[in-house]
């Protein structure tokens, strides 16, 4: 019952990650994101099977390893409710504090 709890909780994280960075980037300049957030996700890929790997090389427990994924899992989804998704998406679009509003012409 556990596994399938975490399966639902795993496959919401994941499929929520591109769908929300679109929100927040302009969109003329989604190739250039698609490839800087493709490019850190590669990079940083196997930090987490290597300490799967490890776990189960010492404890030959494959169940303890991939409880090691849950503390990624739950520190995304803290993070993920942090954003704010409107304002990302002013300032994406230009409406927003972060974009220049006008410039002084003399």
């Known amino acids: 019952v556990g596994g399938t709890c975490a399966s639902f909780g795993f496959v919401g994280f994941f499929t929520v990650h591109w769908p929300s960075m679109l929100l927040l980037i302009p969109s003329e300049r989604t190739a250039q994101y698609a490839g800087i957030f493709l490019f850190v996700n590669?990079?940083?890929?196997?930090?987490?099977?290597?300490?799967?790997?490890?776990?189960?090389?010492?404890?030959?427990?494959?169940?303890?390893?991939?409880?090691?994924?849950?503390?990624?899992?739950?520190?995304?989804?803290?993070?993920?409710?942090?954003?704010?998704?409107e304002k990302g998406k002013r300032t994406a679009e230009g409406r927003g504090?972060?974009?220049?509003?006008?410039?002084c012409t003399m």
Do not use: K, S
């Open 42 to 85: 590669e990079l940083t890929g196997f930090v987490e099977p290597l300490i799967y790997a490890g776990v189960v090389q010492a404890t030959n427990d494959p169940r303890l390893a991939f409880l090691t994924m849950l503390p990624w899992a739950i520190l995304g989804t803290i993070l993920i409710m942090w954003v704010d998704f």
């Open 97 to 103: 504090p972060a974009m220049p509003t006008e410039t």
